[in-house]
C-alpha cells in the first residue's frame, strides 16, 4: 500500500529562515515507507561490566555526582576475592568445637593407706568408674579368699579399661606391689589417671599403658618376663590379680573373656574381677581358674574366678563366722 501524498512545495528558503543553522537539503514529493517485519527479537543483558569510566560518563550525563556512586561499589577483583572460594568435592562442614571436659572430686579410697582419699573423676559419662559398694564388696572377697581378710596378698596388679584408676589406686592402698594401667583415652590418662596417682602417692609403683585393651592382650607376651620398666618394681611371670570394667556396650564379653583365659597374663593362682550387665552369661570358669564367686548390685553383676583352692579357703571361713555368729 502506497503512502500518503505528503505537501512537497515546502521550500529550502523557508526552512533557512526559521531554522538557521539547519544545512540545505531537499525533500522528496512523496515518502514511501517499506512494511517493518513482525520479527521479534528478545533482549538480553549483557554479561560484560560496565568500566568505570563508562560508568562515569552515564552518571555525569544524568547530572549524578559519579564520587557518591562509585566509591561504595567494589571492584569486580575485589568482589571475586570476597567471595568465598569453591572447591571441588563435597567437603564436610567444618566440626564444631567441643566444649572441655570436666573433673571433678566423688570417688575416694576406701581402704588402706590412703583411705579417704579423693579420685579426680570425668563429669561426663564417657569413663563409667566401679561403683563404691561393688569396688568395696570386690575387695573384700578377694582379701577372704586370698587368706588375708585385712588386706590384699602382696603382688602384681593388672587394671584393664583402668578409666580413672580406681580399682588399681584401691589395690596399691590396700598391700599390692605394683600395678599396670591399661587406658587408651589420652585424655583420662593426662588429666584424671595420672594426677591421681601422683595425689596418693602411687606413681612410682604404677605403669601406664596408653593402648586399648585387645591390643594389649594381643601382645600379652610382650609384657610377660620383662615387664617392669623400672627393675626395682614386681617379678616376672604372670600378674596376681586381674580386673576388667568395660564399659557395657562397647565389649563383646564372650570374646574378651576367651582372649584373657588364652593369654600368658593369667598363672594358677591369679584371681580375676569382672564386672558385667543384667543379662549377661558369664562361664564357669576361665582359662585354669573357676568361678569362686558372683553378685549382684542392682543392674551391675560382679565375677570372681580363682584358684580351686582359694573357693575352698572362702568356704572354710565362711563357715567359721556362721559357728562364731551362732556362739
Known amino acids: 500500500m502506497a503512502a500518503p501524498p505528503i505537501l512537497s512545495s515546502i521550500r529550502v528558503s523557508d526552512l533557512g529562515s526559521c531554522c538557521p543553522n539547519l544545512p540545505p537539503f531537499s525533500f522528496p514529493s512523496r515518502i514511501t515507507t517499506r512494511r517493518r517485519s513482525s520479527l521479534i527479537t528478545s533482549s538480553q543483558k549483557s554479561k560484560k561490566e560496565l568500566s568505570s569510566d563508562k560508568k562515569r560518563e552515564l552518571l555525569e550525563h544524568y547530572g549524578l555526582n559519579p564520587d557518591e556512586f562509585l566509591s561504595s561499589e567494589p571492584s569486580p577483583k575485589t568482589r571475586n576475592r570476597n567471595q568465598p572460594q569453591k572447591t571441588r568435592g563435597n567437603n564436610p562442614p567444618p566440626e564444631e568445637s567441643k566444649p572441655p571436659r570436666q573433673t571433678h572430686k566423688l570417688l575416694q579410697v576406701l581402704g588402706g593407706k590412703a583411705r579417704r582419699k579423693k579420685l579426680l573423676s570425668p563429669k561426663s559419662m564417657d569413663v563409667r568408674p566401679m561403683m563404691e559398694v561393688v569396688k568395696g564388696a570386690a575387695f573384700g572377697i578377694l582379701q577372704v579368699a586370698g587368706g588375708c581378710p585385712a588386706s590384699l596378698r602382696p603382688g602384681r596388679w593388672l587394671d584393664l579399661y583402668s578409666g580413672t584408676g580406681s580399682v588399681g589406686i584401691e589395690a596399691m592402698s590396700r598391700g599390692c606391689s605394683e600395678v599396670h594401667f591399661v587406658e587408651m583415652d589420652p585424655w583420662v590418662v593426662s588429666d584424671i589417671l595420672r594426677p591421681n596417682l601422683e595425689w596418693t602417692g602411687f606413681l612410682d609403683d604404677s605403669v601406664i599403658h596408653t593402648i586399648s585393651v585387645e591390643n594389649f592382650l594381643e601382645r600379652a607376651e610382650r609384657f610377660v618376663g620383662t615387664f617392669s620398666w623400672n627393675q626395682s618394681l614386681g617379678k616376672d611371670g604372670p600378674f596376681d590379680y586381674i580386673s576388667v570394667t568395660p564399659p557395657y556396650t562397647q565389649v563383646d564379653y564372650a570374646v574378651l573373656m576367651n582372649q584373657i583365659s588364652n593369654s600368658s597374663l593369667i598363672g594358677d593362682d591369679t ?28 543392674r551391675t553383676h560382679l565375677a570372681m574366678y580363682g584358684p580351686k583352692w582359694a573357693q575352698k579357703k572362702r568356704k572354710s571361713d565362711m563357715s567359721l563366722r556362721a559357728v562364731a555368729e551362732k556362739v
Open 271 to 298: 584371681f580375676i574381677v569382672v564386672e558385667y550387665p543384667l543379662g549377661t552369661d558369664m562361664l564357669d570358669s576361665c582359662g585354669c581358674l573357676i568361678k569362686i564367686a558372683d553378685r549382684r548390685f542392682g
